[in-house]
C-alpha cells in the first residue's frame, strides 16, 4: 500500500513537472505568434498589434498566464487556436482518432513481432535464416523513418501503383481506408518491430547461458520448450519496458511518416503549430502525447509485478 501510495506521487509529480514544461517550452522558442497570425507581409501599426497582443493574454506577466493555464486545465479547458480559430480540445479529438489507428496496430505488431524473430535469432544465432533477418531489422534499425517512407512511397505507390500517395481516405468506406493506412501502418511496424527485436536478441542471448536453462536440457526439455515456456518469458522484460517508451516515440516518430504520406494526424497538427508558434495547440497536444505515455508506464510496471516475482518480493 505504500509502495503504490509513492507511486501514485511519483506519477503526479511527473504529471505537475510535464504541464509545467508544456506552458514554458513553446514560449522559450524564437518568434511572435502575433507577427505569425498576422503574417510578415502585413503591416500593422504598434497599438494594433499590442491590442491583439492583449486579445490573446499574451501582455500578461508570465506567471499570471502561467496560473491562467492551470485555471483552465482543471477545468477542461485548452483554449482556443491562434491559427486554425477553433477550440484545441476538437482539433486533438479530430487529429487523435487517426494518429491512434496509426500508432496502436504499429505497435502491437511491431512489439509482437520484433519479441518472436528476436528471441528466434538469439535462441539460434547461427542459423542462415536468423542472420538474414538480424541484417534486414538492422538496416531498418539504422535507417531514419523518413527515407525509408520515400522509398516504399515510390516503389509500391508511384511505380507500382498498388496503393494511394496521400491522405487517410478518398471515398470513405474501411477497404479505401486500410490501403490509404497499409504503407504507414506498415514503416511504422517495422520500426518498432526492429527496435523490439535487437533488445530481445541480445536478452536471448543472455538469458541463454543461464543455469536454469542447461538445468532444463539436462532434464530432457526439447529446445523449442525451453525457449518459449522458460527463456521467452525471462528475457521479455526488457521489451515490456520498450513498450512503454515505444508509444512516445511512435507518436513523436509519426510527424514524419504524416508529413511524407500527407496524413492529417498529430505529427502534423504540431509541426503546423510550432511554425505558426500557436502555443494553446503545442500545449494540447503535447499534454495527450504525455498523458498517454504516463498511463503506459503505469500499465508497465503493473504487468512487470504481474510477470517477473521477483518484483513483488521487493515491494
Not at 505537475?16 to 514544461?21: A, D, E, G, K, S
Request: proline letters at 4%; aromatic letters at 18%; a positive charge.
Amino acid at each position: 500500500m505504500v509502495f503504490s501510495a509513492k507511486k501514485v506521487l511519483r506519477y503526479i509529480f511527473a504529471l505537475f513537472f510535464i504541464i509545467t514544461l508544456n506552458f514554458f517550452l513553446p514560449r522559450a522558442m524564437p518568434g511572435d505568434p502575433v507577427i505569425n497570425l498576422l503574417g510578415e507581409d502585413f503591416i500593422a501599426g504598434k497599438e494594433a498589434v499590442e491590442k491583439i497582443r492583449e486579445e490573446l493574454g499574451l501582455n500578461r506577466p508570465i506567471l499570471v498566464q502561467y496560473a491562467s493555464y492551470w485555471a483552465k486545465l482543471l477545468r477542461f479547458d485548452f483554449g482556443y487556436s491562434y491559427h486554425f480559430r477553433a477550440r484545441v480540445s476538437s482539433l486533438i479529438i479530430s487529429r487523435l482518432k487517426w494518429t491512434f489507428i496509426l500508432v496502436a496496430p504499429s505497435l502491437i505488431l511491431g512489439t509482437i513481432i520484433g519479441a518472436l524473430a528476436g528471441s528466434l535469432a538469439g535462441w539460434k544465432r547461427k542459423s542462415k535464416g536468423n542472420t538474414f533477418s538480424f541484417l534486414f531489422f538492422l538496416f531498418i534499425y539504422c535507417s531514419p523513418p523518413f527515407f525509408i517512407s520515400l522509398l516504399f512511397l515510390y516503389f509500391f505507390g508511384f511505380q507500382l501503383g498498388l496503393f494511394p500517395l496521400k491522405g487517410f481516405y478518398t471515398t470513405g468506406n474501411w477497404i479505401d481506408i486500410l490501403k490509404h493506412l497499409f504503407l504507414p501502418v506498415l514503416i511504422m511496424t517495422l520500426f518498432s518491430a526492429s527496435r523490439n527485436y535487437m533488445v530481445m536478441r541480445g536478452s536471448v542471448l543472455q538469458e541463454k547461458e543461464k543455469l536454469y536453462v542447461w538445468y532444463a536440457r539436462a532434464k530432457g526439455h526439447l529446445d523449442d520448450s525451453i525457449l518459449f515456456q522458460h527463456v521467452f518469458k525471462n528475457a521479455s522484460l526488457p521489451v515490456i519496458t520498450l513498450f512503454a517508451l515505444d508509444f512516445g516515440f511512435l507518436f513523436a516518430g509519426v510527424l514524419f511518416i504524416e508529413i511524407v504520406f500527407s496524413l492529417n494526424g498529430m505529427g502534423t497538427l504540431i509541426y503546423q503549430s510550432i511554425l505558426s508558434r500557436d502555443y494553446p495547440v503545442l500545449q494540447g497536444t503535447f499534454l495527450i502525447i504525455s498523458f498517454m505515455v504516463i498511463i503506459a508506464n503505469y500499465l508497465t510496471d503493473w504487468i512487470y509485478n504481474w510477470i517477473d516475482p521477483r518484483v513483488r518480493a521487493n515491494r
